[in-house]
């Protein structure tokens, strides 16, 4: 498949304009990006031609066709180059217009089709963090009765027996202040790990596609959409 990318012709608040060439029966469509006047006039008309595979949706080269315009990709000028990654960037004119590459093979080629299977692990190793964190607090909660029980038992026994006096009472405080260093380390450390959880759930449980963070989707209304909400994937499980 063959798409010429330009700016759009006959006004002054042009979009991309793409020209797809299927390279069979289906013939050349024309097909627009954009909101109107989101192109600039420093990009031309006719301004790169791009090869793609329609089947694995790869983007097989990209060549500026312009006598003397510009094109950068990841910054550089270039006039041709194969083997792009929509992941590049590709900018074009002296005025730097973005090519959105992922919008230009949806124009093309519809929305993608991206397996969604690994997601339900992702919320389930989760969901069992979540829990186990919470276990944790509560054995903590638990613990933090407990330097009170021996302070009085060390008092109790400090009093009893008078030789044990001051062994009992240096074990208080010992305690104490053992206890003390313990609940200060858990209070800091728990949060902390809570934030590491949400940040990884945050960065894994998203569309494949688009990479929009699904959180709000559980795993099994996941398994009844076919597409993504947010970028219209398809979704297969
Ligand atoms: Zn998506």
Known sequence: ????IGREEGTDQPRLCLIIDSGNSNGVK?????????????????????EVDSSTRAILSLTDITENNFMYINGRECKSK???????????????????????????????TVSISGLGKIY??????VME???????????SSLPMVFSMGSGILAMAVEEARIIGVA??????????????RWATEIPKKKRALEDKFHNEYVCPS?????GSV???????????????AKWKS
């Open 82 to 112: 194969k083997g792009i990654k929509t992941t590049d960037t590709v900018e074009l004119g002296p005025e730097k217009y973005l090519l959105d590459m992922d919008a230009v093979l949806k124009a093309c080629l519809g929305a993608p």
């Open 210 to 214: 688009c990479g929009q963070f699904l």
């Open 30 to 50: 024309t097909a627009f990006i954009g909101a109107p006047g989101s192109v600039n006039k420093k990009v031309s008309r006719k301004h790169c031609s791009m």
């Open 1 to 4: 498949m063959n798409i010429v």
């Open 171 to 184: 074990l208080a405080l010992l305690f104490m202040i053992g206890f003390a260093v313990l609940r200060f």
């Open 124 to 129: 389930d190793k989760y969901q069992k963090d």
């Open 133 to 143: 964190m919470q276990v944790k607090q509560g054995k903590m909660n638990a613990f």
């Open 218 to 232: 559980r795993p099994d209304e996941l398994a009844k959409k076919t597409n993504c909400p947010y970028c219209k």
